[in-house]
């Protein structure tokens, strides 16, 4: 008679814990949007989330520390005309964010360090060259100032944001609309899922495609992919009886994944959000109150089910935590950042140690925020491995942070379908004069008021 064995893995106690009530961010309508997007994004200093705005699209930057009840007149990045779709903040200056949105424009906003004190309405670049939505945004991990942005357009553009240009614009190998993309470990390789059912590996300066599958997933839902550290690819999404799956794929041997588990029937798209220091993955399903989290490993079955975390009311989307913005005295491996209809809930994820001391087996040497190359050497071939920070003393900036640097004289304009959209700067421009001139009244019936309050205590 032999015994099952259980597997032996530090990971296999994680818990996550919800912070207390007050620690949360209240009061704070999340947008409505059906699109699968993060909706949230979040660094050491800010967390930023897509909300409901009438007449175009806006989103909120929060300094971490500003918890509680947020009041409806904070101020928010208004800019776009259209709804806003997907956000990402720059991994190489904590200030920088990205913008994609309905009107068929990316954008780019730089947030003061307390925070927003009024509304922003002009990003520092404005990148114009999709001529339908734009649902995809991605920054390089290790190249300075560039950005990847996927449309409705089935189009891949690959950004210059310093000079405000696209520099590789891939539009002949999606014949449908693109479900996800992201970059590996170095930048080197782009991978892209799509309404095919086809994923592939893209050489990201040739734009050309380096490997593909077909049928990664039966389904015809949507289905996710994101590189793993050495190189495999990890998929989510649906058999034809339309059960979610989870698959591990070996790039140099695609005709069968490695392991493939069914999960359950759920409907929402899975999320991944994979961690390349400890090898786990986590799952989130958008209209779903679960994060299911598993350990990808190089032995059979490869990915091995770790645990769930639960709660009672569903996520509307999912901001993650670089490794750099954790409490490493308190072992925390991840904080997710979960969207509710009206606010927004930290959620700890916590291996359990007596000890108080630096733990080096759970904090390897982690991606940091410096670049390795900068936009004009990466587009010319030069490839730069990601510079790793140790966090034994908790993250400090040890290098100044990258300021961000427009090059205004080589802004171009990228947009062939710029003519087409509606010029609303007319009525911007007129609004903004309203504005003020409502300002400067208001200020002037207070300095009367003033005046009033003194002149009746004089008598």
């Not at 058999?239 to 359950?264: G, I, T, Y």
Request: glycine share 8%.
């Amino acid at each position: 008679m032999s015994r099952k064995v259980v597997r032996s893995s530090k990971f296999r106690h994680v818990f996550g814990q919800a912070v207390k009530y007050d620690q949360c961010y209240d009061d704070i309508r999340i947008s409505q949007m059906t699109w699968d997007s993060n909706f949230c994004s979040v660094n050491p200093k800010f967390v930023a989330m897509i909300v409901d705005a009438s007449g175009g699209g806006a989103f909120m930057v929060l300094p971490l520390s500003k918890t509680g009840r947020i009041d409806m007149s904070y101020p928010t990045v208004c800019g776009h005309t259209g709804p806003v779709l997907d956000i990402e903040f720059c991994p190489h200056n904590d200030n920088i964010i990205a913008s994609g949105s309905e009107d068929c424009s990316v954008m780019i906003w730089e947030i003061p360090d307390g925070g927003l004190t009024s509304p922003l309405t002009d990003p520092v670049v404005k990148l114009d060259g999709h001529s339908k939505r734009v649902g995809i945004l991605c920054w390089h991990p290790t190249a300075h100032n560039v950005l990847m942005s996927a449309g409705c357009d089935n189009v891949v553009i690959l950004w210059n944001v310093a000079r405000g240009e696209s520099v590789v614009r891939i539009d002949s190998i999606h014949p449908d609309l693109i479900y996800s993309a992201c970059w590996n470990q170095d930048g080197s390789q782009i991978l892209t899922t799509c309404k095919d059912k086809t994923m592939r590996v893209l050489d990201p300066r040739k734009g050309t495609v380096l490997l593909e599958k077909e049928k990664t997933h039966e389904g015809s839902r949507p289905v996710r992919a994101v590189f793993l550290s050495d190189g495999k690819i990890l998929t989510t999404g649906f058999s034809r009886m339309s059960e979610r799956q989870v698959a591990l794929w070996d790039p140099k041997n695609f005709a069968e994944p490695l392991c493939l588990q069914e999960l359950d029937t759920g409907s929402g798209v899975l999320l991944p959000f994979y961690d390349p220091d400890t090898g786990v993955v986590y799952l989130c399903g958008k209209g779903e109150s679960s994060i299911r989290y598993f350990e990808v490993t190089d032995e059979a079955p490869y990915v091995h089910y770790l645990s769930m975390y639960s709660s009672k009311e569903s996520q509307k989307g999912m901001g993650c935590m670089p490794k750099r913005g954790l409490e490493v005295n308190k072992c925390e491996i991840t904080r997710f950042y979960k969207l509710h209809e009206r606010k927004c809930e930290p959620i700890v994820m916590t291996v359990p140690r007596k000890s108080d001391l630096f733990q080096e087996d759970l904090y390897p040497d982690t991606i940091g925020p410096e670049p390795s190359v900068e936009a004009d050497e990466w587009f010319q071939g030069k490839d730069g491995q990601p510079i790793l920070i140790s966090l034994k003393d908790g993250f400090t900036a040890t290098t100044k942070t990258k300021e961000f640097k427009v090059h205004k004289s080589l802004l171009k304009t990228t947009s062939a379908s710029a003519g087409n959209q509606p010029d609303n700067s007319g009525e911007v421009q007129s609004l903004r004069k309203e504005v003020k001139d409502l300002k400067a009244a208001i200020e002037e019936l207070t300095t009367r008021m003033k005046e009033l309050e003194s002149w009746r205590e004089s008598k």
